[in-house]
């Protein structure tokens, strides 16, 4: 089946910056794929030389398996776009915005009508159609800044971190929307740094940094790429260093911090992790409190390949 | 395109400063014009001068009398004032007190003497000497058509017979024909509400350097979010020009109505042709703005702005808006420079607009138009070169 976004060797410089570094890409029809990094990482910047919005040094990029240039006019009418910041017009109202947006691609106004109603629907703005985007509280504005990118029904989309600054509620609300729209046959591209939403709904994943693909696959491939199989908190009352260093001799234990009464362990996978370490603990008479085991996240797959925090 | 059409015109009306520049500014500007001109109206109006006369035997029975009494009757043209006193005494109180601006007095052989006073307030300068020199032109004028008279009684006393030959000799006009060459009685201040629709015009056309704003990636969100869509550049900006000229016109007919209406500046009832006038100015003026719109330079929609008005204001300052000093300034420039007339557009509109008023002959003002719709369209192809061809390094 034919890639809906392939990009190969990407490369983009600002000046002596290299933002894109060889970036490729390939995205299947009817994923979620995620691209997460920290800001600055590459992600909007790809997108954008992806849309034509900007110039890059050397690459190439297909949509729908036809060259993308800036004059492809057919290849965008089946994209939507959702950029970072909400970008409407703010003398307009919420249904004049969409409808506008709808009118770059849709002519037919009957359609069109439909489309627009379908999409405040979508978004849950119904409430709101003569608000204009200055009385709209954040989360709200976000909404109308999606609906804008997805009321003419686009086969491929881009969200370009559209939770950020949004409340909880509207955040769950926004990602469940993008799950809907990918059951209905959409593509999504979803940027963000942050991991917890990335993981939630994204079928595969790309982990970047300074313009390069550090790793890509699905949130277990990304996961099983790394050492780390576990991490495993304990409960602590005082604890001498001699212990922590008897902890990090484990065979399986990667690593060992201490802060605040809480002991992390992060270990490699093995059957005897947390065993191994409250046996070390309680030989040196440590009073324990809750113990808890979880998988790696996200970030511990870019901590490990990076060596620092993904939100850093 | 249709829908960029709509949404330029409803974007552009629901901001404040569209309606600050193109409906509150003409309507001030040309208010402030209708005060300013109305004293220069009443100024150059020739109000009847006082004048003292003794009523002795003498005046009773001057022909002068008859010359001065016919140029104190009430009317349009009323020249003189006549105040009869009894005496020379009587006459010379009223001289002093102000009360006239000089007396006349007949003497044996019907001559009129002129009587002023040495001195005068200097703070009434202008009006004083303004009265003084009727009052010398009425006794002089009279003079000499008495001089003229008793000379053709001499020389050739028939012609004295034909009455019409007489009164010929003694008008005013005397054997000269008036001819007029404009369509419309010159009036000096008409100028400045032609150049103050160049102004407008040119303020309005920030209405569509400032809608292009709103197209370009690397000056707004909104911009790249409509670049990546699915209507093409020049098909955003043909949306963006015709919206944008709508509201543009809109204005000049708002300025051109109110001074028409409302201040009743006569535009000698050529008002449609003014509209015509109008929209070449909201063209040329909306060219000009898609043009600086589209101008790679920093700081988004404030500079453009600034470009703009700095533009428009200077020009004006040479179609001589600013009053009679500019107006000399316009005139000395146009007349160094003829071109300046021709790539000015301010001064470009209010040539046209005046030629539309003067001439009778609708030549003039058609090429001026034409000079107009032709200066939109090399902006506009300007324009649509520079945008594009435009991707961004930086967003």
């Known amino acids: ?312 | 395109m249709f829908n960029t059409i709509i949404i330029t015109v409803k974007t552009l009306l629901r901001r404040p400063s569209t309606w600050v520049w193109g409906a509150v500014f003409p309507v001030a500007l040309s208010t402030m014009f209708m005060f300013m001109f109305a004293n220069l109206s009443s100024d150059g109006k020739v109000d009847p001068v006082p004048v003292a006369v003794v009523a002795d035997e003498t005046w009773g029975a001057s022909s002068f009398k008859d010359v001065a009494t016919s140029l104190a009757k009430e009317g349009d043209d009323q020249l003189l004032e006549i105040h009869e006193c009894e005496d020379a005494a009587d006459a010379n109180r009223a001289l002093k007190a102000g009360e006239v601006a000089g007396i006349y007095t007949v003497d044996a052989a019907g001559t009129p003497k002129l009587t002023l006073l040495s001195s005068y307030d200097n703070s009434r300068a202008s009006s004083v000497l303004t009265d003084r020199s009727i009052l010398e032109t009425v006794a002089s004028s009279y003079t000499q058509n008495a001089e003229l008279m008793s000379q053709i009684a001499q020389d050739n006393p028939a012609a004295l017979a034909d009455p019409e030959a007489v009164a010929r000799a003694l008008s005013l006009e005397g054997g000269t024909r008036r001819v007029s060459l404009t369509r419309t009685t010159p009036d000096g201040t008409v100028i400045y509400y032609y150049a103050l629709f160049g102004l407008v015009a040119m303020m309005s056309a920030e209405f569509a350097a400032l809608s292009v704003v709103d197209l370009q990636p690397n000056l707004s969100g909104l911009g790249a979010r409509r670049c990546v869509g699915g209507l093409s550049k020049t098909a955003s900006l043909a949306g963006i020009f015709v919206g944008s000229w709508l509201v543009s016109f809109a204005s000049m007919t708002i300025a051109i109505g109110y001074v028409r209406l409302v201040v009743g500046v006569d535009f000698g009832g050529r008002e449609g042709l003014c509209l015509v006038g109008g929209a070449a100015s909201a063209l040329a003026a909306t060219g000009l703005g898609l043009f600086v719109g589209t101008l790679p330079v920093k700081g988004g929609k404030a500079s453009k702005s600034g470009i703009l008005t700095g533009f428009a204001t200077t020009c004006a300052l040479f179609a001589g808006l600013y009053g009679e000093p500019a107006m000399a300034l316009a005139d000395d420039v146009a007349r160094a420079c003829p071109a300046e007339c021709w790539l000015n557009p301010v001064k470009l509109i209010c040539d046209m607009f005046n030629r539309l008023y003067f001439f009778e002959d609708l030549g003039p003002f058609a090429v001026r138009a034409g000079a107009l719709v032709l200066m939109a369209l090399v902006f506009v192809a300007a324009a649509t070169l520079i945008f594009g061809r435009s991707r961004y390094e930086h967003l």
């Open chain 1, 1 to 312: 089946m034919t890639d809906i976004v392939h990009v190969e060797n990407l490369v983009k410089r600002y000046d002596d910056l290299i933002a894109l570094d060889h970036f490729s890409l390939s995205i299947a029809p009817g994923e979620i794929f995620g691209l997460l990094g920290p800001n600055g990482s590459g992600k909007t910047t790809s997108i954008n030389c992806i849309l034509q919005l900007l110039a890059y040094d050397k690459g190439t990029i297909e949509l729908f398996g036809e060259p993308m240039t800036p004059a492809r006019y057919d290849l965008k009418r089946r994209i939507g776009v959702v950029p970072q910041q909400v970008a409407v017009f703010d003398e307009l109202t919420v249904r004049e915005n969409i409808d506008y947006f709808c009118s770059l691609y849709v002519n037919d106004r009957k359609r069109r009508r439909a489309l627009v109603d379908e999409a405040i629907d979508f978004v849950g703005l119904g409430d709101f159609t003569k608000f204009r985007p200055g009385k709209l509280s954040g989360g709200l504005a976000r909404r109308l800044n999606i609906a804008c990118g997805i009321a003419h029904k686009p086969e491929l989309i881009f969200f370009d971190e559209p939770t950020v600054a949004v409340d909880p509620q509207s955040r769950n609300a926004i990602l469940e929307g993008i799950c809907r729209l990918r059951d209905e046959g959409a593509t999504v591209v979803y940027t963000s740094h942050y991991m917890e939403e990335v993981e939630q709904i994204c079928s595969r994943i790309m982990i970047m940094d300074g313009g390069r693909v550090l790793a890509q696959g699905t949130n277990d491939e990304l996961k099983r790429m790394i050492q780390m199989g576990e991490r495993v908190t304990v409960e602590v009352g005082a604890v001498e260093p001699a212990t922590v260093e008897r902890l990090r001799a484990l065979e399986h234990v990667l690593g060992v911090d201490l802060s605040g009464g809480e002991l992390v362990c992060t270990c490699e996978t093995s059957p005897h992790n947390l065993v191994d370490i409250l046996d070390t603990l309680r030989a040196a008479d440590v009073a324990l409190g809750r113990v808890w085991s979880e998988p790696p996240t996200l970030n511990d797959v870019f901590l490990e390949i990076t060596g620092r925090e993904l939100r850093d």
